[in-house]
């Protein structure tokens, strides 16, 4: 069951997409954050996230420095984070599995790709330590 989403991107379209494709969740609370930094604060607030959707290229904090932060606190290693970027190269993937991300999706993607692997993080199945490539 997932409950709480934190989105973490720079694009306000983004967000528009990731709450279609959260919408499946009924009564799935959504905070937005626009980088890093902005994330941090939420959590330092509400630690209490199933997921967290992460891109990588953002302004003020990026995404390999907020997972970098994120991996040094025990409180915040527990939520899974599904990195999507349109950043596809292999080092960039092996990197944010490396720091702990759930999953790795390059930008394009459908959003039933995205929907099937929140599902795997709402199943609480273990890592995916893969990434999805589909443009």
């Known amino acids: ?3 709480k989403v934190l989105i973490v991107d720079d694009s306000q379209l983004i967000h528009s997409m990731y709450r279609l ?3 499946r969740y009924k009564g799935c609370g959504i905070s937005d954050a626009m980088n890093g930094l902005e994330a941090l604060d939420i ?3 509400d630690s209490d996230f199933d997921l ?3 891109d990588i290229n953002m302004p003020v904090m990026n995404g390999v420095q907020f997972m970098e932060k994120l991996k040094k606190d025990n409180l915040y290693r527990r939520i899974p984070i599904i990195v999507i970027s349109t950043e596809g190269r292999e080092e960039d993937t092996l990197r944010a599995l490396k720091l702990g991300a759930w999953g790795y999706v390059v930008k394009p ?3 039933d790709l995205l929907y099937d692997m929140i599902e795997k993080v709402a199943a ?3 890592p995916f330590l893969s990434a999805i490539r589909t443009a």
């Open 43 to 45: 959590l330092s607030r």
């Open 109 to 111: 993607f459908k959003p």
């Open 21 to 23: 494709v959260l919408g």
């Open 124 to 126: 609480k199945k273990p």
């Open 52 to 54: 967290i959707l992460l």
């Open 1 to 3: 069951m997932l409950k």
